[in-house]
């Protein structure tokens, strides 16, 4: 099992739907997870960071967390066309600094 | 400079040439990291430095790869006698590293292309 897990796509969907990205994680104990959004040829860009299970929102974006299951998942709603990149599921693991990543899911929104 | 540079953004070298890549951090960020991106692959951890000292060099390839950080500030990514396999975007992060503050930003990267 990779430690940081994502469907790496592509993910299509229609402009105006719902876009749901997942990530799961080995490390039972994790604390901290954050999604990063790459668009083609530029370096990621933080989007979210989630700490405790649940929901947390800000604006069309929510992240979801449920540490029991290990998993990590991103809620784009009214999708737009700029929302097209690959997303990336970050998470420090096993008491370490250094972040690690997922592979990234790619995401297409189609007008 | 309100956020991370590198430079060069863009570099082309031969096999076996050495190559030194820069990072400047947001002023103030105490903890720097170096990851490498080949062409549609995820990031891959290098290095990461506190302050000036490398906690965590585990992900540096081989000995070929060698990294130094001065005044708790700019760091270089040194790779010597470049390999093809050595080409990829290499991407330097910062953050403040206090309790409250743990967000990466990321540099623009460099492009490192090995013929």
């Known amino acids: 099992q990779k430690e940081v897990e994502q469907n790496s796509g592509p993910l299509s969907v229609p402009e105006g739907a719902i876009a749901s990205l997942n990530c799961t994680y080995s490390?039972?104990?994790?604390?901290?997870f954050f999604w990063y959004r790459q668009y083609s040829g530029k370096s990621p860009e933080l989007i979210m960071s989630i700490y405790s299970n649940g929901d947390k929102e800000d604006g069309r974006f929510t992240a979801q967390l449920n540490k029991a299951s290990q998993y990590v998942s991103l809620l784009i709603r009214d999708s737009q066309p700029s929302d097209s990149a690959t997303y990336l599921c970050?998470?420090?693991?096993?008491?370490?600094?250094?972040?690690?990543f997922g592979t990234g899911t790619r995401l297409t929104i189609i007008p | 400079g309100a956020g991370v540079s590198q430079s060069p953004s863009n570099k082309v070298t031969e096999k076996g040439k050495d190559v030194e890549l820069r990072c400047d951090p947001i002023?103030?960020?105490?903890?720097l990291y170096w990851y490498r991106q080949s062409l549609g692959q995820g990031l891959e951890f290098l290095i990461y430095f506190q302050g000036n000292s490398a906690p965590d060099k585990s992900g540096l390839p081989s000995d070929r790869f060698s990294a130094e950080r001065t005044g708790g500030s700019v760091s270089t990514l040194t790779i010597q006698r470049t390999q093809q396999e050595d080409s990829a975007v290499y991407l330097c992060?910062?953050?403040?590293?206090?309790?409250?503050?743990?967000?990466?930003?990321f540099g623009p990267g460099t492009r490192l292309t090995v013929l």
């Open positions: 490390d039972r104990v994790s604390q901290s």
């Open positions: 002023s103030g960020h105490t903890a």
């Open positions: 970050a998470v420090p693991l096993f008491g370490n600094e250094k972040l690690t």
């Open positions: 992060a910062s953050y403040l590293d206090r309790v409250d503050s743990d967000t990466q930003y």
